[in-house]
């Protein structure tokens, strides 16, 4: 079943350079950029993106992260989207992500984990209204 999914770019993506080379897996793999855009967002937005996490204890570093520079926003779409793009990324801890995805071939962090892809339809949904109000 054909899905979109909101995936983010984080700050340690641009930084890094490394922007080219996450988004060539995604497109090699097949899945189609819906919307993009390289935008730096405020605390407020990380709290409604991130809503889920707002009071763990890791959530302050987090939102001081996300909020440090710009990041690419992305609507991906295709066959099982949701899935494949957290299967592309790999586990949230880049020191344990298997070798072959994103994370486990390119950080080293729990936090500064290069990448960010909805974990549900009702999370994609939710998120992608935040991002990109306009695709509903
Ligand atoms: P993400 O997939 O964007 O979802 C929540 C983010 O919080 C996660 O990627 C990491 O960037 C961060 N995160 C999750 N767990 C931890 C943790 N234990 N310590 C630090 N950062 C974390």
Partial sequence: MSQRTLVLLKPDTVRRGLVGEILGRF????????????RTIDGET??????????????????????????VALVLEGD???EVVRALNGATDGRKAAPGTIRG????????????????????????????PDLG
């Fill in 105 to 132: 071939d390119l950080s080293l962090s729990n936090r500064e984990n290069l990448v960010h892809g909805s974990d549900s339809a009702e999370s994609a949904s939710r998120e992608i209204k935040i991002w990109f």
């Fill in 80 to 82: 099982e989207a949701i």
């Fill in 27 to 38: 497109e090699s793999k097949g899945l189609s950029i819906v919307a993009m855009d390289l």
């Fill in 46 to 71: 990380a709290d409604q993106h991130y809503a889920e996490h707002v009071e763990r204890d890791f959530y302050p570093p987090l939102r001081e992260f996300v909020t440090s520079g710009p990041m």
